[in-house]
T-cell receptor
Framework: RKEVEQDPGPFNVPEGATVAFNCTYS??????FFWYRQDCRKEPKLLMS???SGNEDGRFTAQLNRASQYISLLIRDSKLSDSATYLC????????????FGKGTRLSVIA | DGGITQSPKYLFRKEGQNVTLSCEQN?????MYWYRQDPGQGLRLIYY???????QKGDIAEGYSVSREKKESFPLTVTSAQKNPTAFYLC????????????FGPGTRLTVL
């Protein structure tokens, strides 16, 4: 099983729709989790950290389910500007191994 | 303005030549990283450094070399031994070691002709 797995998409949704992405991770000892956003031909940028109790930032909500080892990202009222690839990132907490990046889920919001 | 800079943005080289990609940060971060990204693919870790004068191989270190003589700088050399060097190279840094949130530079797109 890969360390971090995401559905590659693409998810094509109309403006105003609600869309959710899931990500599973293999290491049950993983300590911290993040969502990054990457626009086409640009660098990844931190979107939000994911806390155990779940957290919200405007239209974005991140949830963590430790028992099932998955995290999710919910985007409400999608905007055209939300079109990007969303990367799930996990701290595997294995010695000094750096963060592990998923391959990303591509989202296209259509007018 | 604090941040991570990579230069140049686009780089073209002939096959068989070594090339060095620059990465500088003024965030006072201890750890720095190099990733490679191929079209439609995820990030793959090449090398990382948690402290000056120390670095570790990532998942795809063959054909690459790095140095970390200064906290602010982590240059990557793509050697002629790297079989498929054409890719998008991303440098990142983080604050307190390899577990903290990483911040990325704008990347260098290397094309080997």
């Amino acid at each position: 099983r890969k360390e971090v797995e995401q559905d590659p998409g693409p998810f094509n949704v109309p403006e105003g729709a609600t869309v959710a992405f899931n990500c599973t991770y293999s290491n049950s000892a993983s300590q911290s989790f993040f969502w990054y956003r990457q626009d086409c031909r640009k660098e990844p940028k931190l979107l939000m950290s994911v806390y155990s109790s779940g957290n919200e930032d405007g239209r974005f909500t991140a949830q963590l389910n430790r028992a099932s080892q998955y995290i999710s990202l919910l985007i409400r009222d999608s905007k055209l500007s939300d079109s990007a690839t969303y990367l799930c990132v996990v701290n595997p907490y294995s010695g000094n191994t750096p963060l592990v990046f998923g391959k990303g889920t591509r989202l296209s919001v259509i007018a | 303005d604090g941040g991570i800079t990579q230069s140049p943005k686009y780089l073209f080289r002939k096959e068989g030549q070594n090339v060095t990609l620059s990465c500088e940060q003024n965030l006072n971060h201890d750890a720095m990283y190099w990733y490679r990204q191929d079209p439609g693919q995820g990030l793959r870790l090449i090398y990382y450094s948690q402290i000056v004068n120390d670095f570790q191989k990532g998942d795809i270190a063959e054909g690459y070399s790095v140095s970390r003589e200064k906290k602010e700088s982590f240059p990557l050399t793509v050697t002629s031994a790297q079989k498929n060097p054409t890719a998008f190279y991303l440098c990142a840094s983080s604050r307190a070691g390899s577990k903290d949130t990483q911040y990325f530079g704008p990347g260098t797109r290397l094309t080997v002709l």
